[in-house]
């Protein structure tokens, strides 16, 4: 089975830039459809983008399009979150996750509990 390990969090002001990483261990990514999702205190985990595991489709919630890009380097086994224009409300801790069962569909899958392969979280901050 997959492990997955993020990076890249951190302290930020509002208007800022990140770029989120999550390597994979113990498999090859390229087999996985690969999400991030995040959670804020007091709130639940929600989605935020997602990509095929071919890398050729990708899916945002409403509140980061324009804003996030979701990316994947198989070869690095890797997946990236370019987030630009960081707002308050983006202040959360950011999952990734793996998708097994992605070739089975041809869409892009955004619900959690499509998502059986989870990291432990980068914490995001935005300071106003």
């Keep these: 089975q997959?492990?997955?390990?993020?990076?890249?969090?951190?302290?930020?002001?509002?208007?800022g830039s990140l770029r989120l990483s999550c390597t994979a261990s113990g498999d090859t990514l390229s087999r996985y459809g690969m999400g991030w999702?995040?959670?804020?205190?007091?709130?639940?985990r929600e989605?935020?983008?997602a990509i095929r595991w071919s890398g050729g489709s990708t899916s945002y919630a409403d509140s980061v399009k324009g804003r996030f890009t979701i990316s994947r380097d198989n070869a690095k086994?890797?997946?990236?979150l370019?987030?630009?224009s960081l707002k308050p409300e983006d202040t959360a801790t950011y999952y990734c996750a793996a998708d097994s069962r992605a070739y089975l569909y041809t869409s892009v899958r955004t619900r959690l509990?499509?998502?059986?392969y989870w990291g432990q979280g980068t914490q995001v901050t935005v300071s106003s």
């Design 2 to 15: 997959v492990q997955l390990v993020e990076s890249g969090g951190g302290l930020v002001q509002a208007g």
């Design 113 to 116: 509990y499509e998502y059986d």
């Design 82 to 84: 370019q987030i630009n």
């Design 37 to 44: 999702f995040r959670q804020a205190p007091g709130k639940e």
């Design 47 to 49: 989605f935020v983008a």
């Design 77 to 80: 086994n890797t997946l990236y």
